[in-house]
């Protein structure tokens, strides 16, 4: 079974940085492929970033290109998200996915994954 534990949420500032981390145990991490999803209050969750077992490609949601950049170690079982230039509207919890690798090009649907972490919180203040 695996297991992941996000850490790095936090409130910050308009404008300011974070990054999270999602810590995977109990698998091969080095064949998964990883995402970050988020969810607002009253909303669906949704779709930001995913990566590749291989640590490429990589995919973005439209509303966080340029700005949010998706990384992994494989040998720390490791998955990021450096998040810069935050907006209000990025107010969520943000959760860590995994699924093992394969040829198909939906990563961004959350059915596609098969295991989850709990989430941490992320604040922006306007």
């Known amino acids: 079974q695996v297991q992941l534990v996000e850490s790095g949420g936090g409130l910050v500032q308009a404008g300011g940085s974070l990054r999270l981390s999602c810590a995977a145990s109990?698998?091969?991490?080095?064949?998964?492929?990883m995402g970050w999803f988020r969810q607002a209050p009253g909303k669906e969750r949704e779709f930001v970033a995913a990566?590749?077992?291989?640590?490429?490609?990589?995919y973005y949601a439209d509303s966080v290109k340029g700005r949010f950049t998706i990384s992994r170690e494989n040998a720390k079982t490791t998955l990021y998200l450096q998040m810069n230039s935050l907006k209000p509207e990025d107010t969520a919890v943000y959760y860590c996915a995994a699924s093992p690798d394969s040829a198909t090009l939906i990563v961004n649907t959350p059915t596609r994954y098969l295991y989850w972490g709990q989430g941490t919180q992320v604040t922006v203040s306007s």
């Open positions: 990566i590749r077992w291989s640590g490429s490609p990589t």
């Open positions: 109990g698998g091969t991490f080095s064949t998964y492929r």
